[in-house]
């Protein structure tokens, strides 16, 4: 059962996608076509509400800028229409993490049985221990 969330809606007008020359290998293809996506999605302006807003700021990601900016890269494929569906689907992905709403952690306690247990062992490796001390400790 997947945990609930937020609902969202990240509009096209907030999203600024830049094409770009790819890195990497693909040959002559490679030099001539803008084959890679830049993405680049500002938080703090954007219709988000405020909860997600406020989890997206407050993670360690390193696709988050100090400013608030998302900024992914995406060039896995090599057609530009690929590489915008996989940078809108991260996209998706990154804030959909942050509109899970945490599920509350119920404390528990252990049971009879792990108690006792859990004394039985310490007990017998106590007297493990005690066979390892000289036997004029042992008498008195």
Known sequence: MAPPSIDY???ESEI????????????????KVSNAIHLRFDIRASS?????????????DRRISDDGVVVIKAQTYRSLEKNREDALARLDALVATAAAIPLKRRPTKPTASSQRKRVETKVRRGQVKALRRRIDDKIS
């Open 9 to 11: 809606e990240l509009r």
């Open 16 to 31: 600024e996608l830049l094409a770009i020359r790819a890195q990497g290998a693909g040959g002559q293809n490679v030099n």
């Open 48 to 60: 988000l509400p405020d909860e997600i807003k406020q989890r997206l700021l407050a993670k360690r």
